[in-house]
């Protein structure tokens, strides 16, 4: 194929691709650039997970009628006047690519009032052409329509996952830039449904409040250090006690200079500060935000600018990490484990071997009804009578069969025994649900929202009775079984956080039903009794899929009675 010039619209669409991945990433431009006109508040719309459309309001400085068509040309800025500047940037936009990629994505309107005049410029583009132009009523500031956003991109499209999962990603962007900029009111509406409203009082609490919800607020300590007189690299911001943690890394929110940026470097510098404090597999969470003088960060070494570049990044990473640390320290000693209880005590005791029950208060007995049996599984997928021999390091049991030995992950195991339990039970119509004393109230975050919203029959068909009560606030009446216990808001939260890391199958019902199981299965490093290794081991050989937990890993490994021969050198 010869060598040759693309087309305007097709270099159009291609850089498109680079800047605009999904809704969220039109989302993040557009808030950006609201920040950078002096928005005090800024109110994001979308509908259908922002495909159908993406609505952008703010009170910002507006853009003036003269420079409104010049604002979707590429490379066309009011952030930088020379080569020099883009070496000290001080914005969150700079690069003129924006607009016009937002333009040649989807139907693109913009109405535009500066203050002090006295009516609104507008004007229309599809796939970054100009459709209409001209004038019309607005308050002072920019409202910016993205509608059909990919629809001449098919192919693009195939790579979006379902509204809600865009949705989820959407809250995630207006929540990190409230807690970037506590003084400005930020409003996000899904579907009709206000999810999330900070008071853009200026104060980070206040923020984090509406976000995370009051409990994670009263949990918030302060960052400050150095004092701005000591040094040229501050940090500031927020982090939360190590009582209250997460499944995932997606609540430490890291800026650097206000802009939310994703740097594996020192996000390990604020884990390694928690270090000790925290169960294993948890995760902190926190809001801090780094200032770096302008030319020691370059913002320009990713198209979407997610990533930054520091030139002294380990002078920065070890900043962050002594003003954590010693806040935690002086807050929040470091914890140590007696009885399974977290405390904070001076001197460390013994960790307590776990020798109650484990599997066997969560499978069938004959005090409760069972749900309905699954069908015979097929022959092939039937495991041989396996009687157990002990275990390997509290966490995987060894069992003997009549086809040799056979070492079992047991919270894999668990986990497919639960799984089928749970959709058996969906399919009969009783989910295993337990009522709570009193209805409680708990906090959910913006994006953990919009994910009850979106898949409220499949919570309802596993045993969840859950209703908006207001704000971010929701009250629950009824669980399921396996989420039972003193701390419901923690136990829905973790699983709201495995469901949001899950990419497994479309049916929400069955994604429901494995984050249930791995929740309630037994963990690794549990001691189980002969009696709870034999009811483990009977069970899963009922199950229909006995060879593979629901996210697809191995629940065994086999090892036939000739290899081990040959290992032995007997054949």
Request: with cysteine; proline share 7%.
């Amino acid at each position: 194929m010869p060598i040759r010039i693309l087309a305007p619209q097709e270099a159009a669409k291609i850089a498109a691709g680079e800047v605009i991945e999904r809704p969220a990433s039109v989302v993040k431009e557009l808030i950006e650039n609201s920040l950078d006109a002096g928005a005090s508040a800024i109110t994001v719309e979308v509908r259908e997970g922002g495909l159908a459309l993406i609505r952008v309001v703010d009170d910002g400085c507006g853009i003036d009628p003269g420079e409104l068509r010049l604002a979707f040309e590429r490379h066309a800025t009011s952030k930088v006047a020379g080569e020099d500047d883009l070496w000290r940037i001080a914005t969150l936009g700079f690069r003129g690519e924006a607009l016009p990629s937002i333009a040649a994505a989807g139907d693109v309107e913009v109405v535009s009032r500066v203050a002090g005049n006295d009516v609104a410029a507008r004007v229309k583009l599809r796939e970054g052409a100009v459709l209409e132009e001209g004038s019309g009523a607005a308050a002072p500031g920019t409202a910016f329509s993205v509608r059909r956003l990919f629809a001449s991109q098919p192919a693009r499209l195939k790579f979006l996952r379902a509204p809600g999962s865009e949705s989820t990603q959407v809250a995630s962007v207006v929540m990190h830039y409230a807690l970037a900029y506590p003084e400005v009111r930020f409003t996000l509406v899904a579907d009709a449904r206000t999810s999330l409203q900070t008071a853009g009082s200026g104060s980070l609490a206040d923020a984090v409040a509406a976000v995370y919800g009051s409990e994670v607020a009263a949990a918030a300590i302060e960052v400050v250090a150095p004092p701005p007189n000591e040094g040229e690299h501050g940090v500031r911001g927020v982090v939360i006690e190590p009582r209250l943690h997460r499944a995932s890394r997606n609540y430490i929110g890291l800026y650097v200079n206000r802009r939310w940026v994703k740097n594996r470097a020192l996000t390990f510098a604020i884990e390694e500060a928690y270090q000790g404090m925290l169960p294993v597999g948890r995760h902190p969470i926190a809001v801090l935000d780094i200032a770096v003088p302008p030319d020691e960060v370059d913002v320009n070494v990713h198209p979407t600018k997610a990533e930054v570049r520091l030139r002294r990044e380990r002078t920065v990473f070890g900043v962050l990490q002594r003003a954590v640390r010693r806040v935690l320290c002086d807050r929040a000693p470091v914890p140590t484990t007696s009885a399974g209880l977290w405390s904070a005590a001076p001197a460390p005791a013994p960790p307590l071997v776990l020798r109650t029950p484990v599997v066997q208060p969560r499978l069938p007995d004959q005090r409760q009804p069972s749900p309905e049996p699954p069908a015979a599984a097929p022959m092939s997928e039937r495991l041989p009578l396996l009687r157990p021999v002990g275990q390997v390091g509290n966490t995987y049991v060894i069992a003997e069969g009549p086809e040799g030995m056979y070492l079992l992950d047991q919270h894999a195991a668990h986990e497919r025994v639960l799984y089928e339990r749970y959709l058996a039970a969906v399919r009969a119509g009783r989910p295993e649900a337990q009522g709570l004393l009193g209805p409680q109230t708990v906090e959910l975050s913006a994006s953990h929202r919009a994910l009850i919203e979106e898949h409220a029959d499949a919570f309802e068909r596993l045993g969840f009775d859950i209703a908006h009560f207001g704000d971010g606030s929701y009250v629950v009446r009824t669980v399921p079984a396996a989420l039972a216990g003193d701390d419901i808001g923690g136990h829905i939260a973790e699983l709201l956080d495995r469901l949001q890391r899950d990419d497994g199958p479309d049916d929400w019902s069955h994604r429901v039903a494995a984050s249930l199981a791995c929740h309630a299965a037994v963990r690794a490093g549990m001691t189980m009794s002969d009696a709870e290794q034999r009811e483990l081991l009977r069970l899963l050989e009922e199950a229909e899929s006995p060879r593979t937990c629901p996210h697809g890993r191995p629940t065994m490994l086999h090892l036939t009675s000739d290899a081990i021969a040959r290992e032995f050198r007997r054949r």
